[in-house]
């Protein structure tokens, strides 16, 4: 019974360098959302997407940030050039297609990124 | 835009004493509500959600009334266990909005 998937876990990095954070959802969830929580703050959305589309990308840094659902996969968070401001913990979540419990969503542990 | 205010931590209580949690919401519509807490190196879990108006959620012995001519959503547990010690999200969905979350709330109970 698999819940909300996240790899890796735990992610160091260099300033400069790329940061790759994937998700797999839920069996049976299209819908993946991405939140990030930075050191004693709240949970921030990010992006929201369904299968090969960005649904609601308001969340999301102008720059070197970018996000995919493929049909195919995982999502993916990708993160380029990081800066020490990076440095947070991304969660991802996923809801059913349709149904269930309105705004209800399901966490995965999170990916811990860390930035030198 | 919408947006949750919940009261700031840490909280720390002895085991069997009574929390309260204040959460309050500002939203243009009807939102849902929802308490999400997140134990220590985990992801978020729902805790409990209240769909309309007066709707009392409950579970693990936490409960929270929805109360909308307050726009307050507080969370109460009249025990508290060691075991209950993790922080606490209060939330709001409207419509196909993602969820918006307040800043979280961070339980300690000890023995």
């Known amino acids: 019974n698999a819940g909300v998937m996240q790899n890796p876990r735990h992610l160091v990095r260099r300033r400069g360098q790329e940061a790759r954070l994937r998700c797999s959802p839920m069996k049976g969830h299209s819908h993946v959302y991405w939140y990030r929580q930075l050191p004693e703050e709240g949970l921030k959305f990010m992006v929201y997407l369904q299968k090969e589309n960005i649904i609601d990308e308001s969340g999301m840094p102008k720059e070197r940030f970018s996000a995919e659902f493929p049909k195919e996969g995982p999502s993916i968070l990708r993160i380029q050039q990081v800066v020490r401001g990076d440095s947070a913990a991304y969660f991802c979540?996923?809801?059913?297609?349709?149904?269930?419990?309105?705004?209800?969503?399901?966490f995965g542990e999170g990916s811990r990124l860390t930035v030198l | 835009g919408n947006s949750v205010t919940q009261m700031e931590g840490p909280v720390t209580l002895s085991e069997e004493a009574f929390l309260t949690i204040n959460c309050t919401y500002t939203a243009t519509g009807y939102p849902s509500l929802f308490w999400y807490v997140q134990y220590p190196g985990e992801g978020l879990q729902l805790l409990l959600k209240a769909t309309k108006a007066d709707d009392k959620g409950s579970n693990k012995g936490f409960e929270a009334t929805y109360r909308k001519e307050t726009t307050s959503f507080h969370l109460e547990k009249g025990s508290v266990q060691v075991s209950d010690s993790a922080v606490y999200f209060c939330?709001?969905?409207?419509?196909?909005?993602?969820?918006?979350f307040g800043k979280g709330t961070r339980l300690s109970v000890i023995a």
């Open positions: 979540a996923s809801s059913p297609a349709s149904g269930g419990s309105a705004g209800e969503l399901f």
């Open positions: 939330a709001l969905s409207e419509g196909n909005t993602p969820l918006v």
